[in-house]
T-cell receptor
Framework: QQQVKQSPQSLIVQKGGISIINCAYE??????FPWYQQFPGKGPALLIA?????SEKKEGRFTISFNKSAKQFSLHIMDSQPGDSATYFC???????????????FGQGTILTVHP | NAGVMQNPRHLVRRRGQEARLRCSPM?????VYWYRQLPEEGLKFMVY????????ESGMPKERFSAEFPKEGPSILRIQQVVRGDSAAYFC?????????????FGPGTRLTVT
């Protein structure tokens, strides 16, 4: 019940295209959903995050879409650039009492390659 | 404002030795999390600590692994009698622990190789 399933495992997109990565979760107690970007040899970097009280959040070229009833959320990268080539992880956590509490449960990751 | 610091960045140990990994959280952050990333896999939660307290260690192997976050100094993840299966990247993350501040920021990781 703690799993977060991420797809696809790898994704190839042309420069300027839209990259879409999907995640599904099982635990209905999860209420915080961040996305991380990781370059080889580096630590994950927080990209964007959403709480379930909204269905969409946009920051620059990155958008999270959230479907609470389906227990799914996705990352859209608009106008994908070669510099976006990295591994992307979705994650989920349970927030208690309005402060950071829970461990992050991560998806398996998606290797994104953006061709010039 | 410096980010999360981890050292060493790379650590080589022989089987049976001890590995000691350090993590200094971001300034003002009082919550520390440790995660392990095996090759070609996602990150797995190990332990969550606040100053002088272990809050959640449900992801820690029952033997050989321990963690602490003392009142002064960095958080330490300690692996005794390392085995080849411990080879992985170990990441520390810190969080403000303040109301409406849930985000976790990751350090660069320590890559442990057991020979």
């Amino acid at each position: 019940q703690q799993q977060v399933k991420q797809s696809p495992q790898s994704l190839i997109v042309q420069k300027g295209g839209i990259s879409i990565i999907n995640c599904a979760y099982e635990n209905t107690a999860f209420d915080y959903f961040p996305w991380y970007q990781q370059f080889p040899g580096k630590g994950p970097a927080l990209l964007i995050a959403i709480r379930p009280d909204v269905s969409e959040k946009k920051e620059g070229r990155f958008t999270i879409s959230f479907n609470k009833s389906a227990k799914q959320f996705s990352l859209h990268i608009m106008d994908s650039q070669p510099g976006d080539s990295a591994t992307y992880f979705c994650a989920a956590s349970k927030i208690a009492g309005g402060t950071s509490y829970g461990k992050l449960t991560f998806g398996q990751g998606t290797i994104l390659t953006v061709h010039p | 404002n410096a980010g999360v610091m981890q050292n060493p960045r790379h650590l080589v140990r022989r089987r049976g030795q001890e590995a000691r990994l350090r993590c200094s959280p971001m300034k003002g952050h009082s919550h520390v999390y440790w995660y392990r990333q095996l090759p070609e896999e996602g990150l797995k939660f190990m332990v969550y600590l606040q100053k002088e307290n272990i809050i959640d260690e449900s992801g820690m192997p029952k033997e050989r692994f321990s963690a602490e976050f003392p009142k002064e100094g960095p958080s330490i993840l300690r692996i005794q009698q390392v085995v080849r299966g411990d080879s992985a990247a170990y990441f520390c993350a810190s969080s403000p622990g303040a109301t409406e501040r849930y985000e976790q920021y990751f350090g660069p990781g320590t890559r442990l190789t057991v020979t």
